[in-house]
């Protein structure tokens, strides 16, 4: 199985200051179709994961632009260039290039 | 607006088999355009894609449940079920149901509906 692992586990940002999250690979996620199989979620409480962004870089429909996901081959990054109180939750990077699907142990956002 | 509903016992007892069915309201689940997913959540294992069933029923399983789960599609009842045999306290998890787009590819994990989740507890 392809491992996910995701750093840091927790983060404790101020209103309108940038955050960062990285998410490695054991393998790589880059397919000879040129795209690379990299998705993350936010998960809030008492809800399921909801799609942030896919295939690397790709924002979901209605996705604020200051969610950018970036990285490549193994070392990915999810950034929130100013984070807002509805930001909070868990993060989680997920893996689509091997069956079985994997995700990262996810990363706590909360606000300061 | 589609909607996806999981149902099922809240508790089943260790050995048994746990059946869980996710209907599809507001669309069809006949149209062939999406991988129909089961992922689950427990806190020790965090989030587990179990396995999913695209096309005319070809599924896709985590090799480590592969033995014990089988997901099937009912399209008259509109609706996929999931199955997991032999069950322990280890199998004790919130259980989504999801879609992907199969215009995504087969590499996609572009999961754009989920399910609210259902708690499935194994205990005596």
């Known amino acids: 199985d392809i491992v996910m692992t995701q750093s840091p586990l927790s983060l404790s940002v101020t209103p309108g200051q940038p955050a960062s999250i990285s998410c490695k690979s054991s393998?790589?996620?880059?397919?000879?179709?040129?795209?690379?199989?990299l998705y993350w979620y936010l998960q809030k409480p008492g809800q399921p994961p909801r799609l942030l962004v896919y295939?690397?870089?790709n924002r979901f429909f209605g996705v604020p632009d200051r969610f950018s996901g970036s990285g490549s081959g193994t070392d990915f990054t999810l950034k929130i260039s100013r984070v807002e109180a509805e930001d909070v939750g868990i993060y989680y990077c997920m893996q689509s290039m091997q069956v079985p699907r994997t995700f990262g142990q996810g990363t706590k956002v909360e606000i300061k | 607006q589609v909607q996806l509903q999981e149902s099922g016992p809240g508790l089943v007892k260790p050995s048994q088999t746990l059946s869980l069915t996710c209907t599809v309201s507001g669309g069809s689940i006949n149209s062939g355009a999406f991988y129909w997913t089961w992922i689950r959540q427990s806190a020790g294992k965090g989030l587990e894609w179990i396995g999913r069933?695209?096309?005319?029923?070809?599924?896709n399983y985590n090799p480590s449940l592969k033995s014990r789960v089988t997901i099937s599609v009912d399209t008259t009842s509109n609706l996929f079920s999931l199955k997991l045999t032999s069950v322990t306290a280890s199998d004790t998890a919130v259980y989504y149901c999801?879609?992907?787009?199969?215009?995504?590819?087969?590499?996609?994990?572009?999961?754009?509906?989920w399910g609210r989740g259902t708690l499935v507890t194994v205990s005596s």
């Open positions: 393998q790589s996620l880059l397919h000879s179709d040129g795209k690379t199989y």
């Open positions: 069933i695209y096309a005319s029923g070809t599924t």
């Open positions: 295939e690397l870089f």
């Open positions: 999801a879609r992907a787009p199969w215009a995504n590819g087969w590499y996609t994990s572009y999961y754009d509906l």
